[in-house]
């Protein structure tokens, strides 16, 4: 039986990993992470708010297929994946909603940056509900620095809803100005996949 003393042990270590995925969660989001985002459930409609996504990144925006093929196309020299935070987590009010999940449920909650030639490009935000993890769907928590795209596109089961565009409240001009997200279904599973922009990315001509 476990002494008072190791259980104690265990239920501070559990605060602290609980404390840190929140810090790490946290940092990934300011100053320069993903900033609140007016969704449209149009490319047309985002237009009217800011033409300025017409052109080079409108081509971006309405892209087909594998937006991870794309830019690893795009790259002189390599594309990596970097983790900025994953587990689970409340996604926010409108991603519960866009989902049909109570705001109080969690939901798996992963945060990657996608660089090429070691510059960042895309932040991407996946929100990945518990019902989804059964099964097959386990995988998905284990991706490590696999790409979800080049997961999902490989897996004839996952189909792609339509696209909407986001257009992001910036509160820094390092941070996206625009976005795009679907949502992934199979079967009665799906997933929510958010991709933003980043300036350094060069999808802006007036950046």
Request: net charge positive; proline share 6%; glycine share 8%.
């Amino acid at each position: 039986m476990p002494s008072k003393d190791s259980k104690e042990y265990s239920k501070e270590h559990s605060k602290e990993h609980s404390k840190a995925l929140s810090r790490k969660h946290s940092d990934a989001l300011s100053p320069t992470g993903i900033p609140d985002t007016h969704w449209y459930q149009s490319f047309a409609a985002a237009g009217l708010h800011d033409p300025a996504i017409h052109g080079e990144l409108g081509h971006w925006l309405k892209l087909e297929g594998s937006l991870t093929r794309a830019l690893q196309l795009r790259c002189q020299h390599s594309f990596r994946v970097e983790i900025l935070s994953e587990g689970f987590t409340r996604p926010n009010r409108e991603e519960a909603h866009t989902l049909g999940l109570s705001p109080r449920h969690n939901a798996w909650v992963r945060e990657v940056c996608l660089l090429g030639d070691d510059t960042p490009w895309v932040l991407a935000r996946t929100i990945i509900p518990m019902a989804t993890l059964t099964g097959r769907g386990r995988r998905l928590r284990h991706l490590g620095r696999q790409p979800l795209g080049a997961y999902l596109f490989s897996n004839t089961q996952w189909q792609r809803g339509l696209f909407e565009t986001g257009l992001c409240q910036r509160e820094s001009p390092d941070q996206p100005r625009a976005a795009r997200r679907s949502r992934f279904f199979s079967g009665d599973k799906t997933l929510l996949v958010g991709e933003y922009f980043l300036p350094h990315g060069r999808f802006y001509a007036d950046e």
